[in-house]
């Protein structure tokens, strides 16, 4: 059992929780995320890992209630407890691969939209606890669902808030605040966004019009967590990938997000997943016990 050391709701359906995971906490990396189920007939939830603190012993995460699970997970309160809290999954951000020194040479932005601010957060501190500063752009709807302001503030080097409604901060799409850093003469070498997979499909047209190669994380369509299922079957680059196994981070300049969210939505129903296995075939990858 995995004990649960602080539940709070951020804002509005987006709640954190401190879980006592002494394992995953001395090997986790940013970019990587875990699976919680909270009883032993419970659903798997794959959920990125927003902070990790290796002497205590924790993890952070961070989740948004879209269903009768996360709903359910969300009633958890302090000194209740995970049956199931698997981990660290998936690959490390590609930047705890790259020599420190390397990395201060480059100019790094990163964007994160709602939810995504969780997982972009640890990256930035990771850089930050190595002396390098990365812009941050974060992006909500309204300034009432921004979510972790004071803690990205504490490790970015530049924060640039934005609202779709103007709320708060800049208004307009993230994607707006990109082309005005750039008009306003700022030069990046590399681009992280993490975020709904709308936003991170506007943002990659976006870099990919201003030359700036551009990382994208695409938990958002991971369901089982360990490619199984195949709900998390992307084209990358004309080649089929997996997000938890594969990733969950690629170039997002080669992601086809088009089909990915086409393909999110007929996954969720038997019909559609009954019409993906045909389709995809031997790439299809069953075991999920949904596509008989």
């Known amino acids: 059992m995995y ?78 407890s995970f049956h199931d809290f698997v981990g660290p999954l998936g690959c490390p951000s590609e930047f705890v691969n790259e020599p420190v020194e390397e990395l201060k040479k480059k100019s790094i932005l990163f964007v994160a939209g709602g939810v995504g ?15 390098i500063d990365a812009d941050v752009i974060v992006g909500a709807k309204t300034k009432d669902l921004l979510i972790l302001e004071k803690e990205m503030a504490a490790v970015a080097g530049n924060l640039y808030v934005t609202t779709d409604d103007g709320s708060y901060g800049r208004s307009g799409m993230v994607t707006q605040t990109i082309k ?16 709904p997979m709308i936003m991170m499909k506007f943002v990659c ?3 990919e019009e201003l030359q700036i190669p551009t990382v994208v994380s695409l938990n958002p369509i991971m369901v089982d967590g360990t490619g199984m299922c195949g709900a998390c079957r992307v084209t990358v680059g004309g080649e089929v ?11 997002g300049h080669k992601v086809d997000f088009d089909q990915a969210m086409k393909r999110q939505q007929m996954y969720k129903t038997a019909e559609g997943r009954a019409v993906l296995k045909v389709q995809e075939g031997d790439t299809h990858h069953g075991g999920c016990g949904q596509c008989g």
């Open 3 to 80: 004990r649960i050391l602080e539940a709070r709701e951020l804002t509005t359906n987006i709640y954190l929780m401190v879980v006592e995971a002494k394992r995953i906490a001395k090997r986790c990396q940013p970019g990587q995320f875990i699976i919680v189920r909270m009883d032993e007939d419970g659903e798997r939830i794959p959920l990125t890992i927003c902070d990790y603190n290796r002497e205590q012993g924790t993890i952070t995460i961070v989740f948004q209630t879209v269903g009768a699970a996360t709903m359910k997970m969300a009633e958890l309160k302090e000194g209740d």
């Open 241 to 251: 990938k997996f997000a938890c196994v594969d990733g969950p981070e690629f170039d």
């Open 205 to 207: 047209r976006m870099t």
């Open 180 to 195: 005005d850093l750039v008009e306003e003469g700022k030069h990046y070498d590399v681009c992280v966004a993490i975020g």
């Open 117 to 131: 601010t969780a997982p972009v957060y640890p990256q930035v501190k990771w850089l930050k606890e190595r002396g």
